[in-house]
């Protein structure tokens, strides 16, 4: 297989767009695209179009601790 400029580590389930995969983990598609330029995810481009693994997502809730409701 050829490097078509994928950038993902064999990510699981479905390939979401960048607005599914915010309202997925409910933060703003904006985020997603500043984690994608910070390569604080990772990511597939499809053509110009950025895809997310919906796995990613579960790596993503793993490693970052919920917020209480006092914000801390």
Same mark, same amino acid.
């Given at each position: 297989?050829?490097?078509?400029? $994928?950038?993902h580590?064999?990510g ?24 994608v ?5 990772n990511?597939?481009?499809v053509?110009?179009?950025?895809? $997310?693994?919906?796995?990613e ?16």
């Amino acid at each position: 297989m050829t490097n078509l400029g $994928i950038q993902h580590d064999g990510g699981t389930g479905r390939l979401l767009r960048v607005e599914e995969f915010a309202a997925l983990l409910n933060v703003r598609p904006a985020t997603i695209r500043r984690w994608v330029l910070l390569r604080k995810i990772n990511y597939m481009k499809v053509g110009k179009s950025v895809r $997310i693994f919906e796995g990613e997502a579960q790596r993503l809730m793993t490693r970052v601790p919920a917020r209480c409701a006092d914000g801390r």
